[in-house]
Structures are given as structure tokens and as C-alpha cells.
């Protein structure tokens, strides 16, 4: 099932999440195609207004406590995310690897929370573009791949391929490269028996469906073009 995640970051009032809402669901009347999934990830203040009252598309969080309880001002746990009706969680976006300084044991932690509290966790991985320079795709991948190595392989997993390169900066990576990157996280993964890739990295209306039909890829991880419903919706093939 091709699936389409809808990542906002540090955007939209509750407002704004709600005119969103209603124009996502206006092109919606029918209902989602078969073989679509929606998911919105809405910063935690706008979750109740993203939400779709007729079940359309799920609400995803974009980042998660790495401890299930207490004196950790700031923090919002899997369990409070799950009770405000979250399904997916993002766990290991570069955003909060290379901003935030998130590192492999934080990222276990926080996959291991959000099971806990029965989330599916969207899981980035990706390379900076010197690493890329350097040849150093397929390692940075390996060792990102080695944070899930105690995550059960029979639990449903969702992987975000997101060269760190193409984030925000309007160069997508080729179908090739997304294609070529998908091909490796499928055997560093081959243990894992219910897995979906996407990928993200300046997604467009323009060369999304290319993106999609040439790379294997199940679906996208949309950032800044997920903003604009009718973005969102053109990317997903919607009608």
C-alpha cells in the first residue's frame, strides 16, 4: 500500500492545521483511493485540529520522549502521544540527529518507548552530503540500520530514506539514488517481515510520481510541499 506522510516541522497554528483539514478532506468526499494511506504529522499543539473525524488519514507525531515517565520537563511520552491518537511516530529525522545531536543510543530508546505504547515508528535514515562525497553512504546507512537491532522484526516499521543533502534545499535525490538506497536498507533489513520505505528530500508535485514509479519507493516523507493541502494531495496521486 503506498503511503504518504505529511511532516509540517514547526509550522501551522491550530488554525491553520484546521483549514488544512478541511481542504485535505474536501478533495476527500469518496473517501482515500484503495491502496492509499494518508498521515499527518502536525506539531503537538495542532494535533486535535489535523485530525480527520471520518478516519482518512492517520495522525503521526514528530518526535517522541526517550523515557516513559517523569522528571523530564518538555517532554511528551509515547503514551501521551498514543492517548491523543497518534498511530505513527518519527523517530531519527537528521533534523533532530544533526540539530538536537540525537545519536543511535537516544534512537533506540525512543523506538523502544513508542512500541511500548503500540506507535509505528517512521524511521529516518540518510546521509550528509560530505558523507555522500566521501563514499560513506552505505556505512552511514549500516550504522543507522544498527539502531533497530533490538527493535522486534516481526513489528510493522516504516523507513524514511532522507538524504540529508536534498532536505529543504530544492535538489531531490534521482530515482537511481533513492532506488540504490532503498535496495540497500532492504538487505541490512532483510530480517524484517512487515517493512515500507519512503522516501523524503525536496518531494514536489513535479517529480513525485517519477520519484515514486522509477525509485521502489512505497511512498514520501514530505516536508516543506506537504504545507499546501492540494501540495499534499497532488504528490499522493490523489484525485
Known sequence: MSFFVANWKLNKTRLEARAFAERLGARLPGGVPSGVELAVAPPLTALDAARDPRGRWSLAAQNV???SSGAFTGEVSARMLADA????????HSERRHIFGEGGAVLAHKLARAREADLIPIYCVGETEQERAEGMT???????????????P????????EPVWAIGSGRAATPEDAGEAR????????ART????LYGGSVN???AEDLLRRSGMDGFLIG????SADDFAAIAGLP
Open 85 to 92: 491518537g497518534c498511530r505513527y511516530v518519527i523517530v531519527g
Open 224 to 227: 516543506g510541499a506537504s504545507l
Open 138 to 152: 552505505v556505512s552511514v546507512l549500516e550504522a543507522q540500520a544498527g539502531t533497530l537491532a533490538a527493535d522486534p
Open 154 to 161: 516481526e513489528a510493522p516499521l516504516v523507513v524514511a530514506y
Open 194 to 197: 512487515s517493512l515500507r520505505f
Open 183 to 190: 535496495r540497500e536498507i532492504a538487505r541490512l533489513l532483510s
Open 65 to 67: 520522549a526517550a523515557e
Open 205 to 207: 508535485p513535479a517529480n
